[in-house]
């Protein structure tokens, strides 16, 4: 599969979910339907990829090949499998306020460049990274369920994604600021619930709170 590379700013958050159940029975209630074929379940094999000395860590750049297996068959990125996957570079983080909007943190959202492109081989991409220096730092999972609200106008390129990982599920709200304020508004949480940090960061924290050594954020029993 080719496509040219899509170049955009990613602005989201995330929401920690304490009773799935509840926001899925609000998502029924909404109108959301999953944006793909079946059940829109998805499992995800994430691969981040940096240099030895941490280069991209260091300037809080981001690299990396995300394999997909649609439920019901989990992959888990067999270097000797060749899969098609989607190549992602994500620039720094920044902040960017609404217009009138003050300096408080709850009034940010997490906004960074984004480009990704689609490959065919992610092992041959993964030998070529090598090849240039570059190796596997970080792996990663999660099941994610994506869905979108298709009445509301206010909803218009909001994507609501639902993610089961290692250490919680969360559900990532992007698109237009607007539109993400008033869907988190609607699933009952406030800005002081936002989150701005990336896996990598959250599953350090929670290795060091619960005095882990860390290492891939990876399920011990496939679900």
Request: charged fraction near 40%; charge should be positive; glycine fraction near 8%.
């Amino acid at each position: 599969m080719r496509r040219k590379a899509q170049m955009a700013k990613e602005i989201e958050i995330k929401l920690r979910v304490n009773d799935v159940e509840e926001l899925k029975g609000r998502l029924k209630r909404m109108g959301a339907r999953p944006a793909s074929a079946g059940n829109g379940r998805v499992h995800e094999w994430n691969t981040l990829f940096d240099t030895a000395r941490q280069d991209l860590r260091k300037r809080e750049q981001l690299l990396r090949i995300r394999v997909e297996t649609p439920d019901g068959g989990v992959s888990r990125g067999k270097r000797n499998a060749r899969q098609p996957a989607l190549l992602t570079f994500k620039g720094p983080v920044f902040a960017e306020r609404r217009r009138g909007g003050n300096s408080k943190r709850d009034e940010r959202h997490k906004i960074r460049e984004e480009i990704e492109i689609q490959i065919s081989d992610a092992a041959a991409l993964a030998k070529i990274l090598e090849k240039l220096g570059m190796r596997p730092s970080f792996h990663y999972e999660k099941y994610r369920t994506t869905y979108r609200l298709p009445k509301p106008a206010w909803a218009g390129g909001l994507l609501i994604e639902l993610d089961e990982t290692p250490i919680g599920t969360f559900m990532e709200l992007e698109g237009p600021p607007r539109a993400i304020d008033r869907a988190a508004k609607e699933f009952g949480f406030s800005k002081k619930d936002y989150i701005l940090t990336n896996y990598l960061r959250l599953f350090a924290e929670d290795c060091r709170r619960r005095g882990k050594k860390m290492g891939d954020m990876v399920f011990r029993k496939r679900k």
